[in-house]
């Protein structure tokens, strides 16, 4: 069987582009670059000195790992010498990255990005990723702005994770399917692995962190105590399956079909993801696989971002599991207004 590799794909579909000169494909390739030289470090974390703590603190209080920070200058630095991309949202930087240099002058897309999804978890060993979002850019010359950022998941041009696990492996959607990538070590390259991925309509996996059950809305803890319950019909009690790094447990239930569920809490009460760089990549993800995303209330795809941090809840995998939640999150809503 003949193997195609990213870059070879990524050249064959640039058709599919609405804006079609070759742009977006080299800047999908820059990332995949990135991706591959994150993965190196990645396998071999435990040999050198960049596991860990820096010490510092990121825009989410969160305390920033070293690979955290090595991952962010590494995509960082293939979008600028790419030339194709005028500005960068990160997690690990409080304001957007503007390009504003002679290679990136005619640049006409912005990336959103979160370098290392899942970070907490380097240090034991358990899968991490990175997830991204590409817009156009809507305003006209020199280094982006904020208000290239500030559009609606539906206006994505492109977006995709890279999940670091048993193998790496590169996923994503330009709006006409999904397709999955498996980097090769032995040639290098990311090779086609699963093409046009879909979501099973329906799953016997929920993604939740029950730690937090105390601290969930009554519909969440509802639609849990739905999931453990046995019934035979409908293939219950379900699974639970909660790894801990996003992409990974959105990658597994992609695959399987399920659901994951960041709810708000009273501790968040807008929730803990990000729209921008988290859940709305995820999201259009999912939704050209087949399945559904909402924030428990609106489609994820939809929601209006005023910030570049902004949080949501997120309710988000296989068709029918959502809408089984949406029903439970509707019906105690409707309880409590009575």
Do not use: W
């Not at 409080?94 to 907490?120: M, T």
């Not at 068709?319 to 939640?325: F, H, L, N, Y």
Request: charged share 25%; glycine share 10%.
């Amino acid at each position: 069987m003949r193997v195609k590799t990213l870059g070879q794909f990524i050249i064959e579909k640039q058709a599919d582009f609405q804006y079609a000169k070759g742009e977006l494909s080299r800047l999908l390739r820059d990332i995949g670059i990135a991706a591959k030289i994150v993965n190196r470090e990645v396998n071999k974390a435990g040999l050198v000195e960049i596991l860990g703590e820096t010490g510092e603190t990121n825009v989410q209080g969160e305390k920033v790992k070293k690979l955290d920070v090595f991952a962010n200058e590494q995509f960082i630095a293939a979008l600028k010498a790419g030339g194709e991309c005028c500005a960068i949202a990160s997690e690990e930087n409080e304001e957007i990255i503007p390009i504003d240099s002679e290679v990136s002058k005619n640049a006409k897309y912005v990336v959103a990005i979160d370098p290392l999804d899942g970070s907490s978890n380097i240090d034991v060993n358990v899968s991490v990723g990175t997830i991204f979002a590409i817009y156009r850019r809507i305003t006209l010359k020199g280094g982006g702005k904020n208000e290239d950022f500030f559009q609606r998941g539906t206006e994505q041009i492109a977006a995709g994770y890279i999940i670091y696990g048993s193998s790496a492996m590169l996923v994503y959607t330009t709006g006409k399917g999904v397709n999955g990538f498996t980097l090769d070590p032995s040639i290098g390259e990311f090779c086609l692995s699963h093409p046009n991925l879909t979501i099973p309509k329906n799953g016997k996996i929920y993604s939740v962190n029950e730690g937090n059950y105390l601290h969930f809305p009554d519909g969440v803890k509802k639609y849990i105590k739905y999931c453990q319950a046995e019934d035979a019909a409908t293939s219950r009690p379900y699974s639970s399956r909660y790894i801990g790094s996003g992409v990974a447990d959105i990658h597994r239930n992609l695959i399987l079909g399920g659901i994951y569920i960041y709810p708000t809490t009273t501790k968040s009460p807008k929730g803990k993801l990000r729209l921008l760089y988290e859940c709305n990549p995820l999201a259009f993800i999912i939704e050209q696989a087949g399945g559904k995303a909402t924030d428990g209330v609106k489609r994820i795809l939809e929601k209006e971002i005023t910030e570049l941090h902004q949080r949501t809840p997120l309710f988000i995998g296989s068709e029918e599991m959502v809408d089984k939640a949406m029903e439970f999150l509707k019906a105690s809503v409707a309880l409590e207004s009575k």
